[in-house]
């Protein structure tokens, strides 16, 4: 009994190191945005009308209000398991929370000075932006996005509780409207060379070929 706790306690601690270094690394990027010029948006968002000020602090705000509720449902799934199943369940969430936290640094990494702000129905490229090819954005168009699901899977599969399982589903919804104005704008910006971009790099899912 004391091995399964004690591993259990170990991967606890290790899961909320790196989701916690990640998430200080996403606001830290966020409010690094407001610091670089940036170009007009393309679409209509009441979100970019707001000054910048007002949009950290709503964001502030929100984050605030999304920490509360993710603590407020971080409560088990009526799903009864196990322990071993428990344990074999908690393996295969672990490589895939790694996997995420893994991928949105690379990511991160990769789109240096060019990662932006963007919402469903808007988005703001930087005022010099150019095209990012290499790194995992060479495999996939949108790997950012890709980490958050990678993430949420793996944490609802280890602990199967209510709050990854409620934010998968938003998140989902959310950034697969994202990812679609997202490319419009960058077809709008880019043209010939997205277009071909696009019809070599898949959007989420990798093509492990030769």
Known sequence: MAGPIRFEAATDGLVALGVGLMLIAVYGSWLA???TARAAPVGSSPWF???AWAQIAAGIALSLAGAW?????WRPLPLAVSEGLALA????????IG???G???????????????????????????HLIQTGPYARVRHPMYLSYWLLLGGLLVAYRTWT????????????????RREEEALAATFGETWREYAAR???YVPRWRR
Not at 105 to 115: E, I, K, T, V, Y
């Open 201 to 203: 790099v898949p959007k």
């Open 164 to 179: 990854p399982l409620l934010l998968l589903a938003l998140m989902l919804a959310a950034m697969l409207g994202r990812a």
């Open 89 to 96: 369940l908690r393996l295969v969430g672990l490589p895939l």
């Open 49 to 51: 009308a707001l000054p």
């Open 103 to 129: 991928l949105w640094f690379w990511s991160r990494r990769a789109l240096g000075a060019m990662m932006g702000v963007s919402t469903a129905a808007a988005v703001q490229l930087q005022a010099e932006h």
């Open 99 to 101: 996997a995420g936290v």
């Open 69 to 73: 509720g993710c603590w407020a449902l």
């Open 33 to 35: 945005v407001y610091r």
